[in-house]
């Protein structure tokens, strides 16, 4: 339930931020370099999803705003050192459990 909750809200973000001509995603490709250059709606979005991503089933369907900065500026901080790290390498390294 929590996962779809997660989805869900992501979909929306999506959805509501999207061009006309809408592209897809596809994380497992994308390089540090490559999120830090897409510009700030899809960085928006692709934080969005990894913490939903990376909190899993066992948690609440609570977005801690603080938690979500903080995990973000740690994750711009190792994508800027590491630009050609995948950006999924990346959340493991800073969000993994």
Avoid: H
Avoid at 13 to 19: G, K, L, Q, T
Avoid at 34 to 63: C, H, P, R
């Amino acid at each position: 339930m929590k996962t779809t909750i997660s989805i869900l809200f992501a979909a929306v973000i999506a959805m509501s931020s999207a061009p006309a001509n809408a592209t897809k995603l596809d994380l497992s490709t994308m390089s540090c370099k490559q999120f830090l250059e897409s510009g700030d709606d899809t960085i928006k979005l692709v934080l969005t999803w990894m913490d939903g991503w990376y909190k899993g089933d066992e948690d609440n369907a609570i977005i801690d705003t603080d938690v979500f900065v903080d995990n973000a500026k740690k994750f711009g901080t190792y994508c800027g050192n590491n630009p050609t790290v995948s950006i999924v390498t990346a959340a493991d390294e800073v969000l993994g459990k």
